[in-house]
């Protein structure tokens, strides 16, 4: 018989080990059935996929299209009251967990598809991923949970000024037009889907990313301790251990059904399997006791991977690691953080282990024998090294981008007198001039060193040179900070770079990177008040006045749009129409002496001096340094 004739229903799968349970059980070794069920549980996977690409195809064709249909997308619902098909999935879900147990997990999770499929072809070129057991990284799923949809609501309760509601205003997000807008580029998804996907499932077994990354997971945990329906035996169990052997969430099936009467593992995503290989059919889903009620004294002894000196080691190097990498290049997202700082803490103590161990393997390879390092040992060692390298060297980044940050948040001159003259010098603090250059320095190294453009590093690098009166660079600095950005970080760098523009003088340049800000935020009205100055330097003064009025239209209180209009009016002869503008202006003008000279610089570089002159002796009165200012550098 060639070997793909023979049975498929009774096939010798593995040999059963059970080396997780501490009372070993008279495990015998014989032909394990295959499952029935895995194979509907695939074509339940399958479809999903296939559905989930009809979805974006049907998104791409018609423009609009139902909100994604993932749990991550809660968090928007928390956060801003967007009721989204992610929240209604995500609800929907955990209602049926504390009832039936996690199926969704099972038969209805795009990653556990991705898991099992890398299981199924890693054993078809003889590996068989083994589980990775940890005590304290079991409580990463939870923690990142309650971090997702937990803390904005905790940090709004504590931060919210007094009369803001704790929960957000709810509103529809059920249908959008921007789908992929909350999702990370195909270039990052590729390489998320791999790092979760295969990489935890070779190094930290079948379910590797759901037992210590997903957050998700961690809820479904919890409401499955609560949930009646279970895996439970009858009486003809003999204790044979297919069940166990067969488990990809590496539950100790045999021992929790001997103990209990069922699976009380929440880890347990009723697969079937177990009920499907059961040479006995001793197993069946049923409703009962639910975990929540089984003391906890009671729980099955298991054997784990780690000391517990490993264990705390573990928890600092996970946790490492993932601020390390989370977000370092504006390019990895939470979830595929957690699945990096999984397979870091893997191959930090294996690495470890290697190092000290005489003997060890990893899979079938050998990889130290004897105290001396095998190939394999080397080419581990050689993957490990480079992986660790690089986390190291994103923490570095991170490390600068921190540290440029809290010089960034110090600054003190207000954005809009900064930029109301080429060059601020004359407004900066002692203090301003200690933090540009601090955060200069770091904001460079993170740039400069990074192996991917730090589009985010760039940006307020950008704004540090700028204020320390290298405006020519700023504006290179965020053409290639915008070039690499998308959305509103875009359009910031964009509209700041138009702005550096027009106080260089270059309006026709300015104009251009101001629409371009425009495509991308519509609403950017400050955008528009620049874009109206560039045309009007350029001699386009009805369309500069046309600008400025849809600005005033987005926004009735814009003071300076106003003061725009009015200028434009008294200039044009039409002075009814400036009177209207300008008190428009001045019932929303702070009375701040560095308001009144930005306002007045901004409309002295209009040359509507008069409007101009109003604004800066407002600011004297409040002020007089300013006359000092005014006279020593600007005139
Ligand atoms: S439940 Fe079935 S497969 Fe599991 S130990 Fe008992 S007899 Fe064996
Ligand atoms: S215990 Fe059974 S149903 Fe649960 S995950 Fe394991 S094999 Fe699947």
Redesign the pocket.
């Known amino acids: 018989m060639k070997s793909g004739c023979e049975s498929l229903e009774v096939k010798k799968q593995r040999s059963i080990q059970l080396p997780v349970l501490k009372q070993q059980p008279p495990a015998q070794e014989s032909a394990i059935r295959k499952s029935r069920t895995s194979r509907w549980r695939a074509a339940a996977l399958i479809i999903l996929y296939l559905l989930m690409i009809a979805h974006i195809i049907q998104w791409k064709m018609m423009g609009t299209t139902i909100s994604p249909i993932e749990p991550s997308e809660s968090m928007y619902t928390l956060q801003e009251g967007a009721i989204n098909a992610g929240f209604i999935f995500f609800t929907l879900a955990i209602l049926a967990t504390l009832i039936f147990g996690r199926f969704v997990c099972g038969w209805g999770c795009h990653i556990v598809a991705l898991q099992d499929f890398c299981a199924w072809v890693l054993k078809k070129v003889g590996l068989v991923p083994k589980p990775f057991r940890s005590r304290l990284l079991v409580f990463v799923p939870l923690i990142a949970a309650l971090y997702m949809f937990a803390w904005p609501t905790v940090y709004r309760f504590f931060s919210n000024p007094e009369g803001e509601p704790l929960i957000p205003q709810f509103t529809n997000h059920l249908v959008t037009s921007n789908f992929w807008g909350t999702f990370p580029s195909v270039a990052v998804a590729i390489p998320f889907l791999f790092i979760c996907g295969f990489m935890t499932v070779y190094f930290l077994g079948q379910k590797g990313f759901c037992t210590y990354a997903c957050p998700y997971g961690g809820f479904f945990s919890i409401a499955d301790k609560f949930a009646p329906g279970k895996i439970r035996?009858t009486d003809?169990?003999?204790?044979?251990?297919?069940?166990?052997a067969t488990c990809t969430s590496n539950v100790l099936?045999?021992a929790e059904?001997k103990q209990f009467g069922m699976v009380v593992d929440p880890g347990c995503m009723k697969c079937m399997d177990?009920i499907s290989?059961?040479?006995?059919d001793?197993?069946y889903f049923g409703f009962g006791k639910p975990t929540i009620a089984i003391p906890k004294s009671d729980a099955v002894e298991k054997n784990y991977s780690l000391t517990w000196s490993e264990e705390i080691v573990a928890a600092v190097v996970f946790l490492a690691s993932f601020l390390a990498v989370r977000g370092v290049y504006q390019l990895v997202p939470f979830l595929m953080a957690l699945g990096c700082a999984t397979i870091t803490t893997f191959l930090t103590l294996k690495t470890w282990r290697l190092i000290r161990a005489r003997e060890l393997s990893f899979y079938h390879f050998n990889v130290k024998s004897s105290g001396r390092i095998q190939k394999a040992g080397w080419g581990f060692l050689s993957f490990a090294v480079v992986w660790i390298g690089l986390n190291a060297h994103s923490g570095w980044v991170r490390y600068h981008e921190y540290e440029g940050d809290r010089a960034f948040q110090r600054i003190q001159i207000p954005d809009e007198l900064a930029l109301a003259q080429t060059n601020p010098d004359p407004w900066l603090t002692p203090i301003d001039r200690e933090n540009i250059v601090n955060g200069k320095t770091h904001f460079q190294g993170a740039s400069n060193f990074g192996l991917f453009l730090n589009s985010e590093a760039l940006s307020k690098l950008a704004w540090f040179e700028y204020l320390s009166g290298d405006a020519e660079r700023a504006v290179q600095s965020l053409e290639q900070a915008a070039a690499h950005q998308k959305g509103q970080a875009k359009a910031l760098s964009l509209y700041y770079r138009g702005t550096m523009l027009n106080r260089l003088g270059r309006y026709e340049q300015a104009r251009t990177s101001l629409d371009e800000a425009l495509t991308e935020r519509p609403d950017l009205v400050l955008a528009r008040e620049e874009k109206g100055e560039s045309l009007w330097q350029l001699g386009r003064k009805a369309e500069a006045v046309s600008v400025w009025s849809d600005a005033v239209q987005q926004n009735g209180r814009l003071v300076l749009a106003n003061n725009q209009l009015a200028g434009a009016a008294a200039s044009l002869g039409r002075f009814q129409e400036a009177i209207v503008h300008e008190k428009q202006a001045d019932q929303f003008t702070p009375d701040n002496p560095h308001y009144h000279w930005m306002i007045g610089l901004r409309l002295q570089n209009l040359r509507m001096n008069e409007l101009a002159e109003k604004h800066f002796q407002r600011a004297i009165q409040l002020d007089p340094g300013f006359q000092v200012r005014r006279k020593g550098r600007f005139q």
Do not use: D, K
């Not at 003809?236 to 166990?244: E, I």
């Open positions: 035996v003809a169990c003999n204790q044979c251990g297919h069940c166990t099936v045999h059904v177990c290989v059961c040479p006995n001793a197993l």
